[in-house]
């Protein structure tokens, strides 16, 4: 596109004024290709919009339109994406239920969601408790809002009635105790060493050995490099990578703490082969590769052939080709051993560690108050106890503050820099 000339007219002191020609004006078929893509984006005036009306509109091809589409539908989040859909057509159908009292959906009035979300804190279930937490209610108002920008109308939850409404809740909720957070019980090393070791004593057929690879490469890899659930579970083979100084390196394309840049979490190898992370993965990759290049009788073949041991370090020598890089890095396993070609899923991660609990001797009750966070949890309320500073432990949780983490300190690790451990009792 070929840029407009500019001529100068006047040169007085620092003043210069220029004229540029006016811009061709578009026609209406432009105009609308150019309303398609930024609809999504709140913006549906475009003549009002203080961005775009700063300058005349540019002419749009289709391709020009589909390009700056493809990159804004990832600005938000696949998970956010879905709560918002979900909560949007929560709120659709209370407004059709309450529509005889002038409640409608789009443009709400911001009287409307202050009802909404009164009525829905003021729920109790079978026990008396509220049946939705604070953070729920605010994720609603927010999926809201972003439908209204979406449609080109007002945020109705930046309101006061609703903030406020919000607010009041939220207090009510902490000076009555309710709804506190449920937080994952954090395994220690101790704890893991003991899954470990027992899930490996405890494989005795050759599906129990595919299994217990697995869920030992889960547990070392997720407590040392501090991951989340939903991190694990999204990982390629190919985003696991030995480095020779460092053990492994994990790259997390996309993460809960970093949405726009990459992210590499390095898992050092570790003293006892039995406990190196990086001999786990190992492990557990000859399996994953054997899968994928020759399925089923190839995993066979390959435990036929080899013989466990935790003796020594496998994380040195020569790693397998993957044939297929890009095939996720752990999935399920059934009962006869055959690994699966989809990828875990975060829950199951928190499955398996509750199923290791038990064998461990765990009653189901002590075993149900933990989940796939806690390893991630563990991880940071071990650090402390060892005596790691805020900045070494933020280094591999990858924390952008360290408010959550004196949250694990508080709960989990209270004696930990405490002056009450100086007291002369």
Request: charged letters at 25%; one cysteine or more.
């Amino acid at each position: 596109m070929s840029v407009p000339a500019v001529k100068l007219l006047a040169v007085t002191g620092k003043e210069i004024e220029v004229y540029r020609p006016a811009a061709p004006a578009l026609a209406d078929a432009e105009i609308d290709r150019i309303r398609v893509v930024l609809a999504p984006l709140g913006i549906t005036d475009l003549d009002s919009d203080g961005e775009l009306a700063a300058a005349p509109l540019p002419s749009l091809s289709s391709e020009d339109v589909r390009l700056i589409g493809d990159a804004t539908a990832t600005a938000q989040a696949r998970n956010t994406i879905r709560s918002y859909a979900t909560d949007w057509r929560r709120f659709q159908r209370w407004c059709a239920d309450n529509a005889t009292q002038g409640h409608q959906a789009l443009p709400a009035h911001p009287l409307t969601v202050a009802l909404y979300i009164s009525e829905a804190a003021a729920l109790r279930d079978s026990k008396g408790r509220r049946r939705y937490a604070p953070p729920t209610l605010t994720r609603w108002v927010a999926a809201i809002g972003d439908r209204h920008r979406a449609a080109g109308f007002a945020h109705p939850g930046s309101a006061r009635v609703v903030t406020e409404v919000l607010t009041g809740i939220r207090r009510a909720c902490r000076e009555n105790g309710e709804r506190r957070p449920r937080r994952a019980e954090p395994v220690l090393v101790d704890d893991v060493r003991e899954l470990v070791t027992q899930a490996r004593l405890q494989a005795e057929s050759p599906a129990q050995r595919v299994a217990a690879h697995r869920d030992c490469a889960l547990l070392l890899m997720g407590f040392t490099g501090a991951f989340r659930a939903s991190e694990m579970a999204e990982r390629w083979l190919e985003d696991i990578t030995p480095h020779r100084l460092d053990g492994l390196h994990v790259r997390l394309r996309i993460s809960k703490g970093s949405q726009e840049d990459e992210v590499v979490v390095a898992l050092p190898r570790g003293t006892g082969p039995a406990t190196c992370p990086p001999c786990a993965w190992r492990r557990w990759l000859d399996l994953v590769a054997a899968h994928d290049a020759g399925g089923r009788v190839a995993v066979r073949q390959l435990l036929h052939r080899t013989v466990d041991d935790y003796t020594r370090h496998v994380c040195r020598g020569r790693w397998p080709e993957l044939p297929q890089p890009q095939n996720p890095a752990f999935r399920a396993v059934d009962r006869h051993g055959n690994i699966a070609s989809a990828a875990l899923t975060a829950e199951a991660v928190g499955d398996m560690l509750r199923r290791r609990l038990l064998t461990v001797g765990y009653d189901e009750q002590t075993a149900a108050a933990f989940a796939g966070h806690s390893l991630r949890s563990g991880f940071v309320t071990q650090s402390y106890r060892l005596g790691a500073s805020d900045y070494e432990i933020q280094r591999q949780t990858r924390h952008k503050s360290v408010a959550m983490l004196r949250v694990y300190a508080r709960e989990h690790a209270p004696l930990v820099g405490n002056a009450a451990t100086r007291l002369p009792w």
